[in-house]
């Protein structure tokens, strides 16, 4: 399994889950890769770590009282979220493109070290515009979910860099 966060701005840290996650470990990387980091965030894309809101979905790992805990303690303000949004979520859409740009290695990864560094590398070079994209796109996704009342949005995309989405 991997962990990773992404900004509007650009990408944040990606880490490989080697243990079963629970909400400890869930804790840790929340301390690990967001807290820690806010300054760096603040340093390379300029973001005012007293603004910034975290975002995740509404697993069970995520809603576990340690965890929400955490966050209080931490001053971390989250975004409410719906359950089951996946069309809403951005990073859904970037862990789609890594996987497609998985496929376009010619020989399979000889182990799981080799499968990581290929995403990690893909991570790392995401096109500039493509996660702004992600987010310039939410507020149209979230007013079609509104007109029809919580189903799938159905919007023309090209969120999938240079493949266009099916509608």
Same mark, same amino acid.
């Given at each position: 399994? /991997?962990?990773?966060?992404?900004?509007? &701005?650009?990408?944040?840290?990606?880490?490989?889950?080697?243990?079963?996650?629970?909400?400890?470990?869930?804790?840790? *990387?929340?301390?690990?890769?967001?807290?820690?980091?806010? $300054?760096?965030?603040?340093?390379?894309?300029?973001? %005012?770590?007293? +603004?910034? *809101?975290?975002? !995740?979905?509404?697993?069970?790992?995520?809603?576990?009282?340690?965890?929400?805990?955490? @966050?209080?303690?931490?001053?971390?303000?989250? =975004?409410?979220?719906?359950?089951?949004?996946?069309? =809403?979520?951005? *990073?859904?859409?970037?862990?789609?493109?890594? +996987?497609?740009? /998985?496929? %376009? &290695?010619?020989?399979?990864?000889?182990?799981?070290?080799?499968?990581?560094?290929?995403? $990690?590398? *893909?991570?790392?070079?995401?096109?500039?515009?493509?996660?702004?994209? /992600? &987010?310039?796109? @939410?507020?149209?996704?979230?007013?079609?979910?509104?007109?029809? +009342?919580? @189903?799938?949005? !159905?919007? +023309?995309?090209?969120?999938?860099?240079?493949?266009?989405?099916?509608?």
């Amino acid at each position: 399994m /991997l962990w990773g966060s992404i900004t509007a &701005y650009g990408v944040g840290d990606l880490c490989w889950v080697e243990e079963t996650m629970d909400s400890e470990y869930y804790v840790s *990387i929340l301390r690990d890769k967001v807290v820690n980091n806010l $300054e760096w965030f603040k340093e390379h894309y300029g973001m %005012d770590p007293n +603004k910034f *809101i975290f975002q !995740h979905d509404n697993a069970a790992i995520h809603m576990a009282r340690r965890v929400q805990d955490y @966050l209080k303690e931490a001053n971390i303000k989250v =975004l409410r979220w719906p359950a089951n949004s996946l069309d =809403l979520n951005p *990073i859904e859409l970037v862990w789609a493109y890594i +996987k497609q740009r /998985l496929d %376009d &290695y010619s020989t399979i990864a000889k182990d799981l070290e080799e499968l990581f560094k290929r995403v $990690e590398d *893909i991570w790392n070079s995401l096109p500039n515009d493509y996660l702004p994209s /992600l &987010y310039e796109a @939410l507020p149209g996704k979230m007013r079609m979910l509104v007109r029809t +009342k919580g @189903l799938h949005s !159905h919007l +023309k995309s090209t969120n999938v860099v240079g493949r266009k989405n099916k509608e």
